[in-house]
């Protein structure tokens, strides 16, 4: 499938699960932007040689930086669009052909599927874990204050 179709599509699977969670109505097409960035990240990693892992891990961190400043340009909590971006990444896959292996007695394919499930969705939680705690480190730093000393005077007694 051609990027744009899949950029699109993406951008509508997104929108829907806005639509389910009730997100506020001016916050919707940019979640769908959200999701449909993750994918292409994903899918433009993967084509160009990366693995999954990395391509989830990277969607992820740019779901969780961009549902940081989207939530600071609407006031609305991060997890409006992490949410619902997130989901275009999900292992859903993973998690059907684990059960499925389980079903038809082949386990070694079963647990080898599982552990490439549970490695995304561990990968996918640390990506927002990262861009989160990096952004709400560099909004503290940005907005420290600075306490004036004078060590060149002496002290008076």
């Known amino acids: 499938m051609s990027y744009p179709l899949q950029f699109i599509a993406s951008l509508l699977a997104t929108v829907g699960f806005a639509y389910t969670f009730s997100c506020p109505k001016k916050t919707i097409f940019f979640i769908g932007l959200v999701g449909a960035i993750a994918w292409m990240i994903l899918e433009v990693v993967k084509d160009y040689g990366g693995s999954i892992f990395l391509g989830n891990f990277l969607g992820a961190f740019s779901v ?10 609407f ?5 409006v669009f992490i949410i619902p971006g997130i989901t275009t990444l999900c292992p859903g896959a993973g998690m059907y052909y684990t059960m499925y292996y389980f079903v038809e007695n082949n386990r070694a394919m079963a647990f080898d599927k599982l552990l490439e ?18 952004s709400r480190s560099l909004r503290s730093f ?3 204050k600075y ?11």
Do not use: C, H, Q, W
């Open 117 to 134: 499930t549970l490695a995304i969705a561990g990968l996918l939680s640390f990506g927002i874990l990262i861009s989160s705690v990096g």
């Open 142 to 144: 940005k907005n420290r």
């Open 75 to 79: 006031l609305t909590p991060s997890s």
């Open 64 to 73: 969780g930086f961009l549902g940081e400043i989207f939530a600071r340009k």
């Open 147 to 157: 306490m004036k000393f004078d060590y060149l005077k002496r002290r008076k007694k």
